[in-house]
């Protein structure tokens, strides 16, 4: 059971000498953070680094975090402009990038279905630096699952009714040492 219908890879949207170009602009340009999230009782230390980009107003709640967009960067907006040119119908408002900075830096099962996001959000997620694998699986029946490579310069469409179905994850794969940064666009809607 693979979600064909809502889910698009796009492998090479950006050549290898845009794409070495953007990860070091990211890396310079973006104020990295490291939020604390709590679970269990207990706060730790989220493992990557974030920033949440966006049109003033675009507040973003999720894992217990509110936060606030620091403003567009020239390098945001032409990678949100080469997304929005590969794709149909599109409208993004907000982007949260992460930064992982190495194999061991990783992401758990969650979904994109936080209320900001309405019903049936787009989720338009590009990756540059090191290949990760990006796993899913089904909600109410976890023996259904699948995994997908996401190269540098690649772009993966999550839509539909995904994001109510399906849960997915970065894992850790500890023979990385690369960094990679994901850019996850979105469109908030106002409350």
Do not use: C, M, N, Y
């Given at each position: 059971m693979y979600p064909r219908h809502q889910l698009q890879l796009i492998k090479g949207l950006f050549n290898e000498h845009t794409q070495i170009?953007?990860?070091?602009?990211?890396?310079?340009?973006?104020?990295w953070k490291q939020e604390s999230i709590k679970m269990f009782g207990k706060t730790h230390p989220t493992p990557r680094l974030t920033s949440w980009h966006g049109n003033e107003g675009c507040k973003y709640t999720y894992s217990g975090l509110i936060c606030n967009p620091e403003p567009w960067s020239p390098t945001l907006l032409s990678i949100k402009q080469r997304i929005v040119e590969a794709m149909e119908n599109a409208n993004f408002n907000s982007v949260l990038l992460n930064l992982y900075r190495n194999g061991q830096d990783k992401m758990g099962w969650h979904s994109d279905d936080e209320k900001e996001l309405g019903p049936n959000p787009i989720i338009a997620?590009?990756?540059?630096?090191?290949?990760?694998?990006?796993?899913?699986?089904?909600?109410?029946i976890p023996e259904h699952k699948f995994s997908i490579d996401l190269p540098s310069g690649s772009l993966l469409i999550m839509q539909g009714d995904l994001q109510d179905h399906w849960l997915h994850q970065l894992p850790a794969q500890k023979r990385i040492i690369e960094p990679r940064i994901n850019l996850t666009f979105r469109n908030i809607i106002s409350p």
């Open positions: 170009k953007i990860l070091g602009a990211l890396r310079q340009e973006i104020p997620s590009v990756s540059f630096g090191a290949t990760r694998r990006f796993d899913f699986k089904h909600k109410t």
